[in-house]
């Protein structure tokens, strides 16, 4: 059976690419969420294999949304995939319990290997 | 600004040929046709705007999606030219903040498109860099409030 990915993010954009990569690849995408809020809401509905999670985003920002899931589901797996990569942010997602932080852009080798290094 | 060329031919395969110069910014900018800003603070504040004919920013959203982009009023177009300038200004203050612990956050990035458009910012120094691609003109236009030294 295939791994199954919750993408949240808030661009359509990303979602569509990600969304062809991991599809590409033999992932099925559970759902798409496009605010922390709605990506913690899906998580405990769909239990997914792996969350793809960016940080900004409007009404709850992914480092809260990371922190919201691994309190419940320590087993949670998490790539956070975002523009910013300073050291604070990556501090701070690392604090949080994200698995794997990865700088935008992406190719499907980037997220691939991502996933391979998580499951 | 090598950085920003190196993205730009990483997500769009389209490279800057040729670019200018930092310049300072007098009066409004007028636009090419699709304009993207983003607004950033911290211990300081300013804003990363992004400004290129329709052609050029068709183009470059096709070649990042592997969708065929034509019209610029198109939802995942939008969506695309938003988010190229997301990375590039998100790129940019990764490297602000480790060198200077500036702490700058990144709102979402806003686009217009439209024909004669005008953008004016109040009360903060900018500058642009013109660059060219093999596709058109690309104009980056930054600002911080208290101004930049050229």
């Given at each position: 059976?295939?791994?199954?990915?919750?993408?949240?993010?808030?661009?359509?954009?990303?979602?569509?690419?990600?969304?062809?990569?991991?599809?590409?690849?033999?992932?099925?995408?559970?759902?798409?969420?496009?605010?922390?809020?709605?990506?913690?809401?899906?998580?405990?509905?769909?239990?997914?294999?792996?969350?793809?999670?960016?940080?900004?985003?409007?009404?709850?920002?992914?480092?809260?949304?990371?922190?919201?899931?691994?309190?419940?589901?320590?087993?949670?797996?998490?790539?956070?995939?975002?523009?910013?990569?300073?050291?604070?942010?990556?501090?701070?997602?690392?604090?949080?319990?994200?698995?794997?932080?990865?700088?935008?852009?992406?190719?499907?080798?980037?997220?691939?290997?991502?996933?391979?290094?998580?499951? | 600004?090598?950085?920003?060329?190196?993205?730009?031919?990483?997500?769009?395969?389209?490279?800057?040929?040729?670019?200018?110069v930092p310049t300072e910014q007098v009066g409004?900018?007028?636009?090419?046709?699709?304009?993207?800003?983003?607004?950033?603070?911290?211990?300081?504040?300013?804003?990363?705007?992004?400004?290129?004919?329709?052609?050029?920013?068709?183009?470059?959203?096709?070649?990042?999606?592997?969708?065929?982009?034509?019209?610029?009023?198109?939802?995942?177009?939008?969506?695309?030219?938003?988010?190229?300038?997301?990375?590039?200004?998100?790129?940019?203050?990764?490297?602000?903040?480790?060198?200077?612990?500036?702490?700058?956050?990144?709102?979402?990035?806003?686009?217009?498109?439209?024909?004669?458009?005008?953008?004016?910012?109040?009360?903060?120094d900018a500058v642009f860099?013109?660059?060219?691609?093999?596709?058109?003109?690309?104009?980056?236009n930054?600002a911080?409030?208290?101004g930049i030294e050229v």
């Amino acid at each position: 059976m295939s791994k199954r990915v919750l993408i949240v993010d808030d661009s359509p954009m990303i979602h569509n690419m990600l969304r062809k990569t991991l599809e590409g690849n033999g992932y099925e995408v559970c759902a798409d969420a496009s605010n922390g809020r709605e990506g913690v809401h899906l998580y405990e509905k769909l239990q997914p294999d792996i969350v793809f999670m960016d940080i900004t985003m409007p009404i709850m920002d992914g480092i809260e949304a990371v922190k919201c899931i691994k309190d419940k589901y320590k087993e949670a797996k998490i790539i956070m995939l975002t523009a910013m990569g300073d050291e604070e942010i990556m501090s701070q997602a690392e604090e949080a319990g994200v698995d794997i932080f990865l700088k935008k852009p992406f190719n499907d080798f980037k997220i691939i290997s991502a996933i391979a290094n998580i499951v | 600004m090598e950085s920003t060329k190196t993205l730009l031919k990483d997500m769009t395969g389209i490279d800057i040929v040729k670019m200018s110069v930092p310049t300072e910014q007098v009066g409004e900018v007028d636009s090419m046709g699709v304009c993207t800003t983003i607004t950033f603070a911290g211990k300081c504040k300013g804003r990363f705007m992004i400004d290129m004919p329709p052609e050029l920013a068709l183009a470059m959203v096709s070649n990042m999606s592997g969708e065929k982009m034509d019209s610029i009023k198109y939802k995942l177009f939008l969506a695309g030219i938003a988010e190229m300038n997301n990375i590039i200004a998100g790129d940019a203050n990764t490297v602000l903040n480790n060198q200077y612990a500036l702490g700058l956050r990144l709102a979402p990035p806003i686009v217009f498109t439209g024909k004669n458009m005008i953008v004016a910012t109040a009360k903060m120094d900018a500058v642009f860099i013109e660059a060219s691609t093999e596709l058109g003109p690309i104009k980056i236009n930054i600002a911080f409030e208290g101004g930049i030294e050229v």
